[in-house]
């Protein structure tokens, strides 16, 4: 459990608080590429970390990230006129380029000095990997752009989707690095299911801290087939990786890296930035199979209500459960992993504050190890929160970008009996080991 300081510490990320302040000093999924298509198109709305944003992509396809108010009169700037190189605010003219510079102001004599002093909020941005990436924290601290395995993947290996989550952050974060929920939530009967990790449910788990988050093994006892390990990468501030499945399981056809990252909209919203990576250069991602798991995952392409990121299965429905399905088909009712994920992180108990679970009241167990460890990365009291925040800002150090880059296929560990053993050479974070070979 935590304590009410703690919790409140690890989930709000508005400027000025701990954790708003840490997730200011990565460079943060803000859009996917594909909702500014073209230059001078629609400018769209973004709300991330608590802060209302415009973006707009310019005549010459630079994006900008701009205050959604504009510093005449506070007008909307989601309303203006995208036009030769910057916004345009329609109350009376003025006008922005993408690094926030007033270019023309309109209402004043020629004569005016007042254009070269005006400017409005605006954030540095950079796009790769199909995503519009921003930059929201002080200029000395910024990183190197991000540059991980999945960034640096060809188009044809590459699949990136996004997803609104209706909570606070952390719990769903927390979710995607919680192992043991897989064995019974995503139960595809609803107790005796064969699927390699609902054949024990109380799975051991191996932590391995670095410097930019951990990796973390678990263990599942497989009966005649052995040892059934899977690999997951925690990636501070927000990020999680793991591998696809075993050889003997059909995704194979596939191979591939999978992962999120839980980008804060604010406390009680969030993005779910969802990316897979094919690691076999001669095997594309094709598109028909990206979308049967997306399908499977709850976000195909008829999943969402349409002109929206926001499923069709949510928390105003119930997720559509149907108790039916519950008693003789899945464990939960509801069609979609990740709708099932969602159903589970968007309705945690809280105690009055909305969508942001109340950690005071939690019980944790020895399958939550790889939870507590994200809590407090950089050592200190296992049950202590708030370690994310306090060791970062502590150190007044900004991300180690250089260990990051060599994250990936390439950062897997293996478990051994005795404990954990790095093998980079093994290239799937998912492994499953016959017993001969332990
Ligand atoms: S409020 Fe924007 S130009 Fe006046
Ligand atoms: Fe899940």
């Given at each position: 459990m935590l304590s009410n300081e703690d919790n409140i510490r690890l989930t709000r990320v508005s400027r000025g608080t701990p954790m708003g302040e840490l997730m200011r000093r990565y460079w943060q999924p803000v859009l996917l590429s594909a909702e500014l298509p073209e230059p001078d198109c629609a400018p769209v709305r973004?709300?991330?970390?608590?802060?209302d944003l415009i973006a707009f992509r310019d005549t010459n396809g630079k994006i900008g990230l701009v205050e959604a108010y504009c510093p005449h009169r506070r007008a909307p700037m989601f309303y203006g006129r995208n036009e030769e190189c910057g916004l345009r605010c329609v109350y009376h003219g003025w006008k922005f380029d993408a690094d926030g510079n007033c270019v023309d102001l309109p209402t004043e004599p020629t004569s005016s000095k007042m254009k070269d002093h005006i400017k409005i909020g605006a954030y540095p941005t950079f796009e790769k990997a199909d995503i519009v990436w921003a930059y929201m924290g002080p200029k000395e601290d910024m990183p190197a752009p991000p540059d991980y395995e999945w960034t640096r993947a060809p188009?044809?290996?590459?699949?990136?989707?996004k997803t609104y989550e209706q909570c606070n952050w952390l719990q769903a974060l927390e979710g995607g690095l919680d192992t043991a929920h897989s064995s019974y939530?995503?139960?595809?009967?609803?107790?005796?299911?064969?699927?390699?990790?609902?054949?024990?449910?109380?799975?051991r788990l191996d932590v391995d801290k670095k410097d930019w988050g951990y990796t973390y093994v678990s263990h599942r006892n497989s009966g005649e087939d052995g040892t059934y390990v899977r690999v997951y990468q925690f990636v501070m501030p927000w990020q999680q990786m793991r591998g696809g499945v075993t050889k003997n399981q059909q995704r194979w056809d596939y191979p591939k890296l999978d992962g999120h990252i839980w980008v804060p909209i604010d406390d009680e919203?969030?993005?779910?930035?969802?990316?897979?990576?094919g690691i076999d250069h001669n095997t594309p991602l094709p598109k028909e199979h990206m979308e049967k798991v997306d399908t499977n995952a709850g976000r195909g392409p008829d999943d969402y209500i349409p002109g929206t990121y926001i499923p069709k299965r949510n928390l105003s429905n119930d997720y559509m459960i149907d108790r039916e399905m519950q008693k003789n088909v899945n464990f939960t009712g509801i069609t979609g992993i990740n709708t099932q994920d969602f159903a589970l992180q968007e309705s945690m108990g809280g105690s009055g504050d909305g969508p942001i679970c109340d950690r005071t009241g939690e019980h944790l167990g020895s399958t939550d190890k790889a939870i507590i460890a994200m809590r407090n990365p950089a050592g200190g009291h296992p049950r202590c929160g708030g370690g994310q925040a306090a060791a970062r800002l502590r150190t007044r150090k900004p991300p180690r970008r250089a260990a990051v880059?060599?994250?990936g296929s390439a950062e897997c560990g293996l478990a051994q009996r005795d404990g954990l053993r790095p093998a980079p050479e093994v290239v799937s974070g998912s492994f499953h080991i016959p017993v001969s070979s332990l």
């Open positions: 973004v709300r991330i970390l608590g802060e188009a044809t290996h590459r699949h990136i989707t939530l995503h139960r595809s009967k609803a107790w005796a299911g064969s699927a390699i990790r609902e054949r024990d449910g109380a799975p919203q969030t993005w779910v930035f969802n990316w897979a990576h880059r060599h994250i």
